[in-house]
């Protein structure tokens, strides 16, 4: 089987009509590689993370998935692939907080329609790996932003996605932390994975294979 691909075919888009944050941008991922978004804050870091998570929809141009356009289809079948092939890290983790920190974690079984049980030791294995695995059985509402953090990285990671999205993943997170984020992430790229991170952050920059400037 060959790797996933990722592209962005002329893709226009602005919040709103005065203004347009991508006109025309076209960029392709290819399987294996870790790619740093970069540029001033405001140049629509997240936004292209979001476009190319299906969460938001360009006015013009296509996000193609395996060279196929998505543009076009509707939300559910948008939401499928999302579930199949993307793992996402948003910037401020969007944990549910009437849940349990196990239960976060194995949430997206739930969209991929996968027994929690055969997915619970791994989601205990990779929240120790990542220094989280206490208390998993009470709600977020005490986390430090780290903690949060790594958790959402947890649930990003546990279904081992083809594509990575991670917003500012090591924006709360001391050296030693960042280096196993870091670490995770070469390791799905190694694997096969596409990896596209957008960050601020020079350290993991250099960890990347290249950066696309906005
Ligand atoms: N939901 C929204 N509605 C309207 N404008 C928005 C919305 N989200 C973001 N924007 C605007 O779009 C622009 C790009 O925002 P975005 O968060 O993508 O930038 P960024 O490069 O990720 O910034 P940072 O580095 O600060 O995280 C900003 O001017 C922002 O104010």
Redesign the pocket.
């Known amino acids: 089987m060959t790797g996933p691909m990722l592209e962005t075919k002329n893709l226009t888009f602005g919040?709103?009509q005065r203004?347009t944050?991508f006109d025309g941008f076209s960029e392709t991922f290819t399987s294996g590689e870790m790619v740093a978004l970069t540029?001033?804050?405001?140049?629509?870091?997240?936004?292209?993370?979001?476009l190319l998570g299906l969460m938001v929809k360009p006015d013009r141009g296509d996000v193609a998935i395996n060279g196929a356009d998505t543009s076009l289809l509707g939300d559910a079948a948008r939401a499928r692939l999302r579930a199949q092939l993307i793992g996402f890290v948003f910037?401020d983790a969007c944990l549910d907080s009437t849940r349990t920190i196990l239960d976060n974690v194995l949430e997206t079984c739930l969209y991929r329609s996968e027994p929690r049980s055969r997915s619970r030791s791994k989601a205990l294995a990779l929240l120790e790996s990542f220094g989280v695995e206490g208390h998993v059985d009470s709600r977020p509402g005490r986390l430090s932003g780290g903690q949060a953090g790594r958790i959402a990285l947890c649930r990003a990671l546990l279904s081992d996605p083809a594509i990575i999205l991670a917003?500012?993943p090591t924006g709360n997170l001391d050296a030693a932390s960042a280096e196993i984020v870091t670490g995770a992430f070469r390791r799905r790229a190694a694997a096969g994975a596409i990896v596209v991170v957008?960050t601020?952050d020079s350290t993991l920059v250099a960890q990347c294979d290249r950066s696309v400037v906005?």
């Open positions: 919040y709103d203004s944050l540029g001033f804050s405001g140049r629509g870091k997240s936004t292209l993370l979001y910037q917003d500012e957008a601020h906005l």
